[in-house]
Structure formats: structure tokens, C-alpha cells
């Protein structure tokens, strides 16, 4: 394996949730992996669709594309992830980060999960610890755990690239918030300090973009260099105790994600909906006043 291929990456936006999932390929073989993929939800109905997946599936038969990996950065909150479905048609294998059981355990209970509900990771194929090391095709990818927005958030670095989930956006647009169970400001910053100790010219790719005031369009590729000189949260040298102290009363202005309700029981589960009832139906619970002071 190589450690400095450039991996050829296409990203592919979703206006509904301005969620990014990008198909990463070997630059010397058919193998790719699919990262943090989106599985479409209408919630005034309830109605859950594949078209996005689907979207993905035709642009690898098109290329003729092996799948090996769908990856996941973080269990997120703002959209379902079409991870077995899209593991399903290519015999992929799904990968997350190995503190996933941690947020399994906070919002196991918050949803009342029940005792069936494995609270360690089982649901996932490949749960990557930091510094774990694994292949696309003969590609290396390094993983490492990059905490703060959750405890199981990382960074899968691969040569002069990285995907960075939700720790930065566009540099004008700052940084992720800190404020669900397990978050951490603090170590939000240490984690933006490890991806930005990067080569200034790593191209990294966010899983989000909200289109910053002035903005005309969608963004979702920027570089460690202009993360450092630009970013309105971290960039331009802000200390620790700056960033903890803004991000602090930042997230306390805050609503909660439109989605998270159904997205996080999907995704603390791999993407699987929960078991049916007796009735042979899937149902997603609201729990009351459970979430108003997530971040406590």
C-alpha cells in the first residue's frame, strides 16, 4: 500500500439536509468507498425513500466500481444514514469509529431503547480505533478519533486528503457545535488542532455546508491552509480558551437539528430502522421534554 495516492474523490450534495456524501476511489483500481451516505426522509409523512442511495448506486455501475467500504465519520444527527442499504446491494462492509458505543449508551436510554438494543458497536461491521490503518483497493487510509461534536467522531486521512466530518466547515463558516451528550468543547479543539497539524495543502472534506452569509453557493472542499488563515472560529492562531469560551455560548443559542429525532435512532443502529411492533410496522418514539437540555 501507498500512503501519499490522491484518492479521487466526487462529492455529491443534499440540498434537504446540506448534508455531503462523497464516492472516494483508488486513483489505480475499480475500489471505492462510500462516505457518509444520506437515505432520504420525509418527516411530515414519515416516508423514507432511496433516491440519493440509489443516485449513488448508478454513478458506481456507471464507473464499474467495486464498493468496499461505507464509512461513516459520526453518527449524525441531521440525516438517516443509507449505509445498509447501500452495504446491502454491494457487499460493502460498514465502518464507524470504535466509541460509537458511547453514544449508544446515552441515547440508548433517551429512546428507551430496550434491552435488545446491543450498546457496543455490534450493529457495524469495522469499528476503527485511532490509529488504525485499512485499505481501498491497494490505497491506505489512516483513521484517527477526532472527539468533540461526539465522542465517536474521526478523521479517515488518506494521503494529501482527509474527510473530516462535522469538526470544520468552510472557513467561513467556523466549526461544528459541542453541545450533545458527550460533546465537549475542548476536546472539539484539540481534535481541530490534530487535522490542522496536517500539511497545509491536505485538501479536507466536510460532511456539511450551510452556504455562510454573502455565500452564493455550496462549498464542501477546503485545504489546512485556509482552515488556519481563515476560519471565523479557530483560524488566525484563537486560543483554546477563546474558542471553548465562543463555542460555549454559542451552542447554548442553539435549536436542536430538525432530524435528530429519527436520524440518531436510525444511525445508533447502522442505519437500520428499529425493530418492528407486533404489527409488523417500524415506528420512530418522540420522547417528551427528553431532549431540551441534550447537552446537560
Known amino acids: 500500500m501507498l500512503k501519499n495516492w490522491t484518492p479521487d474523490v466526487e462529492g455529491f450534495f443534499d440540498e434537504a439536509t446540506n448534508a455531503v456524501c462523497y464516492i472516494v476511489k483508488d486513483p489505480h483500481s475499480q475500489s471505492c468507498a462510500i462516505v457518509d451516505s444520506v437515505l432520504d426522509f420525509e418527516i411530515a409523512s414519515g416516508t423514507i425513500s432511496t433516491e440519493f442511495a440509489d443516485m449513488l448506486l448508478a454513478k458506481v455501475a456507471s464507473r464499474d466500481l467495486k464498493v468496499e467500504?461505507?464509512?461513516?465519520?459520526?453518527?449524525?444527527?441531521?440525516?438517516?444514514?443509507?449505509?445498509?442499504?447501500?452495504?446491502?446491494?454491494?457487499?460493502?462492509?460498514?465502518?464507524i469509529g470504535s466509541r460509537i458505543d458511547e453514544v449508544q449508551k446515552v441515547f440508548g436510554k433517551v429512546f428507551n431503547a430496550g434491552t435488545d438494543f446491543e450498546m457496543d458497536g455490534s450493529q457495524f461491521d469495522q469499528l476503527f480505533d485511532d490509529g488504525a490503518n485499512f485499505s481501498i483497493g491497494g490505497m491506505e487510509v489512516e483513521v484517527f478519533h477526532t472527539p468533540g461534536h461526539t465522542p465517536a467522531c474521526l478523521t479517515y486521512h488518506i494521503g494529501d486528503t482527509a474527510f473530516i466530518g462535522d469538526t470544520?466547515?468552510?472557513?467561513?463558516?467556523?466549526?461544528?457545535?459541542?453541545?450533545?451528550?458527550?460533546?465537549?468543547?475542548?476536546?472539539?479543539?484539540?481534535?481541530?488542532?490534530?487535522?490542522?497539524?496536517?500539511?497545509?495543502?491536505?485538501?479536507?472534506?466536510?460532511?456539511?455546508?450551510?452556504?455562510?452569509?454573502?455565500?452564493?453557493?455550496?462549498?464542501?472542499?477546503?485545504?489546512?491552509?485556509?482552515?488556519?488563515?481563515?476560519?471565523?472560529?479557530?483560524?488566525?492562531?484563537?486560543?483554546?480558551?477563546?474558542?471553548?469560551?465562543?463555542?460555549?455560548?454559542?451552542?447554548?443559542?442553539?435549536?436542536?437539528?430538525?432530524?435528530?429525532?429519527?436520524?440518531?435512532?436510525?444511525?445508533?443502529?447502522?442505519?437500520?430502522?428499529?425493530?418492528?411492533?407486533?404489527?409488523?410496522?417500524h415506528y420512530l418514539k418522540v420522547p417528551i421534554n427528553k431532549l431540551r437540555n441534550l447537552g446537560s
Open 69 to 95: 467500504w461505507v464509512l461513516e465519520t459520526h453518527v449524525h444527527a441531521d440525516h438517516l444514514s443509507a449505509a445498509p442499504y447501500l452495504a446491502d446491494k454491494t457487499g460493502a462492509k460498514i465502518g
Open 168 to 281: 470544520l466547515f468552510m472557513p467561513d463558516f467556523g466549526t461544528a457545535r459541542a453541545d450533545f451528550p458527550g460533546g465537549d468543547a475542548r476536546a472539539l479543539y484539540k481534535s481541530i488542532q490534530k487535522i490542522l497539524s496536517l500539511p497545509a495543502e491536505t485538501k479536507l472534506y466536510l460532511c456539511h455546508d450551510y452556504k455562510a452569509p454573502g455565500r452564493d453557493v455550496f462549498c464542501w472542499e477546503t485545504t489546512v491552509a485556509e482552515e488556519l488563515e481563515k476560519n471565523i472560529h479557530v483560524g488566525g492562531g484563537k486560543s483554546e480558551e477563546e474558542f471553548v469560551e465562543f463555542r460555549t455560548t454559542r451552542d447554548a443559542q442553539l435549536s436542536m437539528p430538525k432530524l435528530i429525532i429519527p436520524s440518531i435512532q436510525v444511525n445508533m443502529r447502522a442505519g437500520q430502522l428499529p425493530p418492528t411492533e407486533d404489527d409488523g410496522n
